[in-house]
């Protein structure tokens, strides 16, 4: 279930918006540059294994590539049982920025990206179909829960992947964790 809610960036307690619509949550979004789509879903095994999920996404991959000019594109898989997941999520709850665009299309599962934005917080949850893409230099973190279970598709224009400008600010902290949100 893909939804939107919007925080003041001095009161994370209550959302000043809050929607659950595909098109709200695109059009809001897009107003400051941000990219989210809702691609169809295909039906795949759920241990696919990377070729195949990006052959069954090759054609929307492609166009992403075309326009955007990404070089690379891979698939991340986390499970329940992973044993990193600890130190992945809190990696990825600190705010940071990018030295480009972060783009990620959910195969299955569901994660929470926390935009940063002027004085708003813009928390977005991504599920099954959802593309969202941080363009570079917008400050955010990512929450895939205590016991993340998603897929997803990453598209990179850095060849080495993922590099995160850490901000050094505690807001991400003063903000509902997955577990409030998807509660």
Known sequence: ??????????????????????ERIAQELSDHGIRFERWGIVDLPQDADQESILAAYGKEVARLQDED??????VINMHPDHPDKEAL??????????????????VRGLGIFYLHINDRVYAVGCSQGDLMSVPTGTTHWFDMGPNPDFTCIRMFTNKEGWVAQMTGSPIASRFP???????
Do not use: C, N, W
Request: net charge negative; glycine share 6%; hydrophobic share 40%.
């Open 1 to 22: 279930m893909s939804f939107l809610h919007v925080y003041h960036e001095a009161d994370g307690i209550q959302p000043i918006l809050s929607t659950f619509e595909g």
């Open 69 to 74: 000019g990404f070089s690379t594109a891979d």
């Open 89 to 106: 999520r809190t990696k990825f709850l600190d705010e940071h920025r990018h030295s480009e665009d972060e783009v990620r299309f959910f």
């Open 177 to 183: 964790r997955f577990e409030a949100l998807t509660a």
